[in-house]
């Protein structure tokens, strides 16, 4: 018996993530084996494929779009690189180039380090680590070409200064690696010299580090022989330097009258651009988002923030597998009509029973609000999440997690196979090393109708994230509500200004990731009276930053504390966009609990259970939110895990900020030997910590009033949106979301006096 594997064969993705009227969106499409797929745009309304859930509901929006368009294969020029244009001052008939370099994978194979070679291989000088790890320089003349090696291996993660010089008068090229450490039975020092004929001609010819400039294909530039590791403070000199030379000289800076160019990591931190801060300023760009803010060769350990000490963060750590924008050539385009309602849509592209959905928000007219209520899509979260590889990388760990055998998808199949799709910010990198930005501009697998997640329930049952989130848009359409559609990059942009046009903001399942122009606009629209509804659970956990000169990328440290998949190296704390420190906004006296009311409890992905009313749900405060219901037992139903109430868990704590008029109205029982709390929780590890054991570890269901004559209800619950639809949506879930929205859209302020 032979089984194909299921293969995903469209792929895709859009320039914008949401437009309003009158803008301009486009969508870029790669197909393998397909001659011809047809688009058209659609309205997404369900796609909750459980067997309890709504199924796929989908409404058609005749548009321009509608049509057959060509299939082809866009490739991806993935990797990190830097390139240097042309300068005619980067030629010089004898030179010397070095860097401090950090190797990740010394034996992975020919990694570039720095490079100034014609893409043939028929003139320039390129200097790489070779198939063993050893530091090579390569020098092509007219007369052929040459290659020396120390012959030595490099050291994983070890910093070394490596170079080489060229004297172009007798022919000779010499190579030296100096590492900065050495051990007892591990002297990694090297040098080797050779003989060349002939001179090098360089001229009109490009520089790159950590890779070979290869061609330009539209707006796409390749590169080849992808190195892994730091690079710190490049050089190059006229003239020939012995080794020990030129790393005495190495940082003697612009005094140097040999100096041709002296590339500094540290500056222009915050965007892609290199800067040559030599009289040359032969300054260069960087493809593919590599790691900056990274501590460099003359790291002291005395300052931790990279821009209390610049000169010692000049590294920037490249990888094999970064990518950015894709950089697609555009299949079609979408120009937002006038009367085309604020919502969810995706474009569809289909050929058979290939098809691949890329979703998209319409915004309301720029500066205007077309209703009361506005579904806030928690995007950073999904772009936080964007083509994880937790079941094919993490193996049995994320067994243990749904307590099951992991579901992988066609989705899966095809990001296990193609690593220049890029990794979630929960993925490592080929050499180990965590995933700090992940950028929206390439097809992200994950973020799609009807696609659930590997490891969250048994076999990856359970909708998750945007397919998770979609039961809102199902219950508001269906309960005649009108709402407004804007995303957490909406609201990076506008802050408060978004949210200000809106009586209620509702929150989707998962809204992990906040900006500090986020949080703080939202915090400030609670302030003056706005009322939330915050649906999900382990929300406004980690602190993100988005960049205005790289639209479309989000970066994240995943530091200091928290539940993480990869831990940022000490002293990488700080945020390279913005400098601002990374990590938890609990750690930077912003915890979600005083902000919602409850915060992070715990974690668990094999089933979900429901919630029991308290005392205090008796509370004449609370009466609105109840009215009709008289069960005990809220929400023990729902395509998410069984119940209303699991996955992610947020609990009340006045001790961790939950404000003192917090209500409780109800809390979970019966969560599973499977959910553990973060690591944040866990002062002193005990066989009690896990969810059968601690109760602590709990969904509440909270109201609260503000001072401003608002009010927040929080769900503290992941699984929450996935008992909504159930019974056509006639359940207590439902009923308690109808009672909320009623009175959060009445504009009768809520009062605070006892
Ligand atoms: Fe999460």
């Given at each position: 018996?032979?089984?194909?594997?299921?293969?995903?064969?469209?792929?895709?993705?859009?320039?914008?993530?949401?437009?309003?009227?009158?803008?301009?969106?486009?969508?870029?499409?790669?197909?393998?084996?397909?001659?011809?797929?047809?688009?058209?745009?659609?309205?997404?309304?369900?796609?909750?494929?459980?067997?309890?859930?709504?199924?796929?509901?989908?409404?058609?929006?005749?548009?321009?779009?509608?049509?057959?368009?060509?299939?082809?294969?866009?490739?991806?020029?993935?990797?990190?690189?830097?390139?240097?244009?042309?300068?005619p001052c980067l030629c010089a008939e004898s030179f010397t180039v070095?860097?401090?370099?950090?190797?990740?994978?010394?034996?992975?194979?020919?990694?570039?380090?720095?490079?100034r070679?014609?893409?043939?291989?028929?003139?320039?000088w390129?200097?790489?680590?070779?198939?063993?790890?050893?530091?090579?320089?390569?020098?092509?003349?007219?007369?052929?070409?040459?290659?020396?090696?120390?012959?030595?291996?490099?050291?994983?993660?070890?910093?070394?200064?490596?170079?080489?010089s060229v004297d172009g008068d007798?022919?000779?090229?010499?190579?030296?690696?100096?590492?900065?450490?050495?051990?007892?039975?591990?002297?990694?020092?090297?040098?080797?010299?050779?003989?060349?004929?002939?001179h090098i001609?360089a001229g009109?010819?490009?520089?790159?580090?950590?890779?070979?400039?290869?061609?330009?294909?539209?707006?796409?530039?390749?590169?080849?022989?992808?190195?892994?590791?730091?690079?710190?403070?490049?050089?190059l000199w006229r003239g020939v330097?012995?080794?020990?030379?030129?790393?005495?000289?190495?940082?003697?800076?612009?005094?140097?009258?040999a100096l041709i160019a002296?590339?500094?990591?540290?500056?222009?931190?915050?965007?892609?651009?290199?800067?040559?801060?030599?009289?040359n300023?032969?300054?260069?760009?960087?493809?593919?988002?590599?790691?900056?803010?990274?501590?460099?060769?003359?790291?002291?350990?005395?300052?931790?923030?990279?821009?209390?000490?610049?000169?010692?963060?000049?590294?920037?750590?490249?990888?094999?597998?970064?990518?950015?924008?894709?950089?697609?050539?555009?299949?079609?385009?979408?120009?937002?009509?006038?009367?085309?309602?604020?919502?969810?849509?995706?474009?569809?592209?289909?050929?058979?029973?290939?098809?691949?959905?890329?979703?998209?928000?319409?915004?309301?007219?720029?500066?205007?609000?077309?209703?009361?209520?506005?579904?806030?899509?928690?995007?950073?979260?999904?772009?936080?999440?964007?083509?994880?590889?937790?079941?094919?990388?993490?193996?049995?760990?994320?067994?243990?997690?749904?307590?099951?055998?992991?579901?992988?998808?066609?989705?899966?199949?095809?990001?296990?196979?193609?690593?220049?799709?890029?990794?979630?910010?929960?993925?490592?990198?080929?050499?180990?090393?965590?995933?700090?930005?992940?950028?929206?501009?390439?097809?992200?697998?994950?973020?799609?109708?009807?696609?659930?997640?590997?490891?969250?329930?048994?076999?990856?049952?359970?909708?998750?994230?945007?397919?998770?989130?979609?039961?809102?848009?199902?219950?508001?359409?269906?309960?005649?509500?009108?709402?407004?559609?804007?995303?957490?990059?909406?609201?990076?942009?506008?802050?408060?200004?978004?949210?200000?046009?809106?009586?209620?903001?509702?929150?989707?399942?998962?809204?992990?990731?906040?900006?500090?122009?986020?949080?703080?606009?939202?915090?400030?629209?609670?302030?003056?009276?706005?009322?939330?509804?915050?649906?999900?659970?382990?929300?406004?956990?980690?602190?993100?930053?988005?960049?205005?000169?790289?639209?479309?990328?989000?970066?994240?440290?995943?530091?200091?504390?928290?539940?993480?998949?990869?831990?940022?190296?000490?002293?990488?704390?700080?945020?390279?966009?913005?400098?601002?420190?990374?990590?938890?906004?609990?750690?930077?006296?912003?915890?979600?609990?005083?902000?919602?009311?409850?915060?992070?409890?715990?974690?668990?992905?094999?089933?979900?259970?429901?919630?029991?009313?308290?005392?205090?749900?008796?509370?004449?405060?609370?009466?609105?939110?109840?009215?009709?219901?008289?069960?005990?037992?809220?929400?023990?139903?729902?395509?998410?895990?069984?119940?209303?109430?699991?996955?992610?868990?947020?609990?009340?704590?006045?001790?961790?900020?939950?404000?003192?008029?917090?209500?409780?109205?109800?809390?979970?029982?019966?969560?599973?030997?499977?959910?553990?709390?973060?690591?944040?929780?866990?002062?002193?590890?005990?066989?009690?910590?896990?969810?059968?054991?601690?109760?602590?570890?709990?969904?509440?269901?909270?109201?609260?009033?503000?001072?401003?004559?608002?009010?927040?209800?929080?769900?503290?619950?992941?699984?929450?949106?996935?008992?909504?639809?159930?019974?056509?949506?006639?359940?207590?879930?439902?009923?308690?979301?109808?009672?909320?929205?009623?009175?959060?859209?009445?504009?009768?302020?809520?009062?605070?006096?006892?």
């Amino acid at each position: 018996m032979t089984a194909e594997l299921p293969r995903k064969r469209i792929i895709g993705y859009a320039d914008e993530l949401s437009v309003a009227p009158g803008e301009t969106i486009h969508f870029m499409a790669s197909c393998e084996d397909i001659t011809a797929y047809d688009a058209s745009i659609v309205r997404l309304i369900s796609a909750d494929l459980h067997p309890d859930g709504r199924g796929w509901i989908e409404e058609h929006v005749p548009s321009a779009v509608d049509n057959s368009y060509p299939g082809r294969v866009q490739a991806i020029a993935a990797g990190s690189w830097a390139l240097v244009p042309a300068m005619p001052c980067l030629c010089a008939e004898s030179f010397t180039v070095a860097a401090w370099i950090w190797p990740t994978t010394p034996g992975k194979g020919h990694q570039i380090i720095a490079r100034r070679m014609a893409p043939d291989g028929s003139r320039g000088w390129s200097l790489a680590l070779d198939a063993n790890g050893a530091l090579a320089m390569t020098v092509a003349t007219d007369k052929g070409s040459v290659t020396v090696s120390t012959g030595t291996p490099l050291l994983e993660r070890v910093w070394c200064h490596v170079g080489a010089s060229v004297d172009g008068d007798a022919g000779h090229v010499t190579v030296w690696q100096r590492p900065r450490k050495i051990w007892p039975w591990h002297d990694t020092h090297g040098e080797a010299s050779a003989s060349f004929e002939g001179h090098i001609e360089a001229g009109g010819l490009t520089l790159s580090f950590a890779g070979a400039h290869e061609r330009e294909e539209g707006r796409r530039t390749f590169a080849s022989g992808h190195y892994n590791g730091k690079i710190d403070a490049p050089r190059l000199w006229r003239g020939v330097s012995s080794p020990g030379d030129a790393e005495a000289k190495h940082d003697a800076g612009r005094s140097d009258l040999a100096l041709i160019a002296a590339w500094d990591f540290a500056d222009a931190m915050t965007s892609d651009v290199i800067v040559d801060s030599s009289a040359n300023m032969a300054h260069g760009i960087l493809f593919n988002v590599p790691t900056r803010a990274m501590k460099g060769h003359n790291w002291t350990g005395d300052v931790l923030d990279w821009m209390a000490a610049p000169e010692q963060y000049g590294a920037i750590h490249f990888h094999d597998d970064d990518v950015h924008d894709c950089g697609w050539d555009v299949d079609f385009e979408l120009t937002v009509p006038d009367d085309m309602p604020s919502g969810i849509y995706a474009a569809k592209l289909g050929s058979g029973d290939d098809q691949d959905h890329i979703p998209f928000v319409v915004l309301p007219p720029r500066g205007q609000a077309t209703a009361d209520v506005l579904f806030l899509m928690p995007s950073a979260s999904y772009m936080a999440y964007a083509n994880e590889h937790s079941s094919s990388h993490g193996g049995g760990f994320m067994q243990s997690f749904s307590n099951g055998l992991s579901g992988m998808s066609a989705q899966d199949l095809l990001l296990n196979e193609r690593a220049d799709l890029g990794y979630s910010l929960y993925d490592v990198h080929s050499d180990g090393s965590g995933v700090a930005y992940s950028s929206r501009l390439r097809p992200i697998l994950n973020m799609r109708p009807g696609v659930t997640n590997s490891w969250v329930g048994p076999a990856g049952t359970f909708p998750w994230q945007f397919n998770a989130d979609l039961p809102l848009v199902d219950f508001l359409t269906h309960e005649g509500i009108a709402f407004d559609v804007a995303t957490d990059e909406d609201l990076d942009n506008e802050g408060l200004g978004l949210l200000s046009r809106y009586r209620v903001v509702l929150t989707g399942s998962h809204p992990e990731y906040y900006s500090k122009a986020m949080l703080d606009g939202l915090q400030a629209f609670i302030d003056r009276g706005g009322r939330l509804m915050y649906l999900g659970g382990n929300g406004f956990y980690w602190r993100v930053a988005y960049n205005p000169d790289m639209p479309g990328v989000m970066e994240l440290r995943r530091g200091e504390d928290g539940i993480r998949d990869w831990v940022a190296e000490g002293g990488e704390y700080y945020q390279s966009f913005d400098g601002a420190y990374g990590g938890m906004w609990e750690r930077q006296g912003r915890p979600i609990h005083a902000l919602a009311g409850v915060g992070m409890a715990g974690q668990g992905f094999d089933s979900s259970t429901y919630y029991r009313r308290t005392e205090a749900s008796r509370d004449p405060r609370a009466a609105f939110i109840f009215e009709g219901i008289d069960d005990e037992i809220i929400g023990d139903f729902g395509t998410v895990g069984g119940g209303a109430a699991g996955i992610e868990v947020d609990r009340c704590d006045h001790g961790k900020g939950s404000p003192p008029n917090t209500l409780v109205l109800a809390s979970s029982e019966g969560l599973s030997d499977t959910y553990y709390p973060g690591p944040e929780e866990i002062d002193n590890a005990s066989p009690l910590i896990d969810g059968s054991h601690n109760p602590n570890l709990r969904a509440d269901l909270t109201f609260m009033e503000t001072n401003g004559g608002g009010a927040v209800f929080s769900t503290g619950s992941i699984a929450w949106m996935g008992s909504l639809t159930c019974n056509g949506f006639d359940n207590n879930v439902a009923q308690i979301m109808r009672n909320v929205l009623k009175r959060f859209r009445d504009a009768e302020t809520f009062g605070g006096s006892d």
